[in-house]
Nanobody, 126 residues
Framework: QVQLVESGGGLVQAGGSLRLSCAASGLTFTGYAMGWFRQAPGKERDFIAA????????RYADSVKGRFTISRDNAKNTVYLKMNSLKPDDMAVYYCAADNNIGVVPGTNRHDYNYWGQGTQVTVSS
């Protein structure tokens, strides 16, 4: 079965950096765009970043543009999210997701994503 396993979350001071990883198995990784979403307590799950199946195109939420970078290594079936200049507002559970979209533009709507990981907590102290 399909599994997406996130790692790399943790506690970091404001201004610090983290790199999240998401290892995929049970699917043909290059047949999927990949996305990162986050959910803070009491809030909806919001789009953060997405990348096409081949890594050629990316999209970001305005709130993270210039600070976060999504990338993927298709040889390792892994997608990454490098987060710099972290703020307390970035604190949330971060989820990776897979969308069976091989188009040139990755989706930003969580309802388009087929598979989800269990999430990893990111805590930012001020």
């Amino acid at each position: 079965q399909v599994q997406l396993v996130e790692s790399g979350g943790g506690l970091v001071q404001a201004g610090g950096s983290l790199r999240l990883s998401c290892a995929a198995s049970g699917l043909t990784f290059t047949g999927y765009a990949m996305g990162w979403f986050r959910q803070a307590p009491g809030k909806e799950r919001d789009f953060i970043a997405a990348i096409t199946w081949n890594g050629a195109n990316t999209r970001y939420a305005d709130s993270v543009k210039g600070r976060f970078t999504i990338s993927r290594d298709n040889a390792k079936n892994t997608v990454y999210l490098k987060m710099n200049s972290l703020k307390p507002d970035d604190m949330a559970v971060y989820y990776c997701a897979a969308d069976n979209n091989i188009g040139v533009v990755p989706g930003t709507n969580r309802h388009d994503y087929n598979y989800w990981g269990q999430g990893t907590q990111v805590t930012v102290s001020s």
